[in-house]
């Protein structure tokens, strides 16, 4: 099972990106999908997380302006980033629960290569 995150990149402040992460190879279910960045000099934040049937929950500084989906018949999460700041620039790492068999009985924690997101003022 592999994560490949794309659609970083540099845009002005106020701009707006679009994250995909798609999931290759053989799974069973994928549960939670989410989006974690990790900006220079510090720790790896978690962004946005989305269960199969529920809302996204957000990191407040994020709230009202991100937004995270999914396509489960793609395998694929999304995440929608809109009025973007110079904080928000970031390496943005996708992540996901995922049981590759039945037979596995806990999920597996599954992370992308990273995709960087660069915001200017």
């Known amino acids: 099972v592999q994560l490949q995150a794309s659609g970083g990149g540099l845009v002005q402040a106020g701009g707006s990106l679009r994250l995909s992460c798609v999931v290759s190879?053989?799974?069973?279910?994928?549960?939670?999908m989410a989006w974690y960045r990790q900006a220079p000099g510090k720790q790896r934040e978690l962004v946005a997380l989305l269960n199969n049937g529920e809302d996204g929950n957000y990191a407040n500084s994020v709230k009202g302006r991100f937004t995270i989906s999914r396509d489960n018949a793609k395998n694929a999460v999304y995440l929608q980033m809109n009025s973007l700041k110079p904080e928000d620039t970031a390496v943005y790492y996708c992540?996901?629960?995922?049981?590759?068999?039945?037979?596995?009985?806990?999920?597996?924690?599954?992370w992308g290569q990273g995709t960087l997101v660069t915001v200017s003022s």
């Open positions: 190879g053989s799974t069973f279910s994928i549960y939670t």
């Open positions: 992540n996901a629960l995922i049981r590759r068999t039945s037979a596995q009985f806990r999920p597996t924690d599954y």
